[in-house]
Each structure stands twice: as structure tokens, then as C-alpha cells.
């Protein structure tokens, strides 16, 4: 499942990836907010919580840099949260980092480069070996 969420800052953005994982089909459940102002350390954990519940979840959370909710993300054990503002990153971040959470900046991207950065980041797999020994060291 991919659980997406965000503060009022990222909401706009957020509606714009739901309407394109709509177009294509994809499951998704919205964790909020419905656009009211909201604090995005409470959104990160409850997406986060969220994607904990099986390997195969994944979040997608935004704020208004991306900053504050990687921050947040990043906090909680199990979660890797990928602040990402270009291809090559959100690419790489699940090949090398088997990153679980994207995060993106809803006052920084357009709907349409942020729904690029979403299908490579859904549909890249990890690489594992060597990257799965790193990230082992990141929860030691
Ligand atoms: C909200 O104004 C803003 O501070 C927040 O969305 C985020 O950008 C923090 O990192």
C-alpha cells in the first residue's frame, strides 16, 4: 500500500500525485491532511507508522520544503525517508538505500516532475548485497 501524506504547505502537491496514482489504477490511502493546518511531525508519524505495517508499504509525504518531514521521518526506527528533488536520486535512493518514504517539497516541485519522481521511486527495486550491509549499519 502507499500511504501518502501531508501538511497544509504540501497539500496541493499531494492531490496532485493522487490524482495521478488515480489515472494509473494505483491503490493508495490518504492519510491527510484535507488542506487545514496541521503540524507535518504529526502527518510523518502517522504515514511512518503506516509503511512499518509491511515491507512492501511505502510513504510519500510532503510538506513545504520536504525538509521537516524527512526530519520527522528519518526519527523513527525501520523508516528510511528520502528527501528527493531530482530523478537520479529517487532512482538511486531505492536502489542503494532501499528507502521506504519519499519525501518532497510542495513549495519546490511542479505535480508533474513530483509524479516522475514517484513512478521511479514505486517501481525501482533494491539492489541489495554490499547496499544491504550499509543499511544495516544505519540501525546499529
Ligand atoms: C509550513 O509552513 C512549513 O514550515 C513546513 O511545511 C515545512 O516546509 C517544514 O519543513
Known amino acids: 500500500m502507499i500511504y501518502l501524506g501531508s501538511d497544509h504547505?504540501?497539500?496541493v502537491l499531494k492531490?496532485?500525485?493522487?490524482?495521478?496514482?488515480?489515472?494509473?489504477?494505483m491503490e493508495y490511502t490518504d492519510c491527510g491532511c484535507n488542506g487545514e493546518?496541521?503540524?507535518?511531525?504529526?502527518?510523518?508519524?502517522?504515514?511512518?507508522h503506516n509503511v512499518?505495517?509491511?515491507?512492501?508499504?511505502?510513504?510519500?509525504?510532503?510538506?513545504?520544503?520536504?525538509?521537516?518531514?524527512?526530519?520527522?521521518?528519518?526519527?523513527?526506527?525501520?523508516i528510511r525517508a528520502a528527501l528527493c528533488g531530482d530523478y537520479y536520486s529517487a532512482k538511486?535512493?531505492?536502489?542503494?538505500?532501499?528507502?521506504?518514504?519519499?519525501?518532497?517539497?510542495?513549495r519546490v516541485?511542479?505535480?508533474?516532475?513530483?509524479s516522475e519522481l514517484l513512478e521511479v521511486f514505486l517501481n525501482t527495486e533494491f539492489e541489495g548485497g554490499k547496499h544491504a550491509l550499509r543499511i544495516e549499519k544505519l540501525d546499529s
Open 9 to 11: 504547505a504540501g497539500f
Open 15 to 25: 492531490q496532485g500525485l493522487i490524482k495521478h496514482l488515480e489515472s494509473r489504477g
Open 37 to 48: 493546518t496541521v503540524d507535518y511531525p504529526d502527518i510523518a508519524k502517522l504515514v511512518c
Open 52 to 78: 512499518l505495517g509491511g515491507n512492501e508499504n511505502r510513504g510519500v509525504l510532503i510538506c513545504g520544503t520536504g525538509v521537516g518531514a524527512s526530519m520527522a521521518a528519518n526519527r523513527i526506527k525501520g
Open 92 to 106: 538511486y535512493t531505492r536502489l542503494h538505500n532501499d528507502a521506504n518514504v519519499i519525501c518532497l517539497g510542495g
Open 109 to 114: 516541485l511542479g505535480a508533474g516532475l513530483a
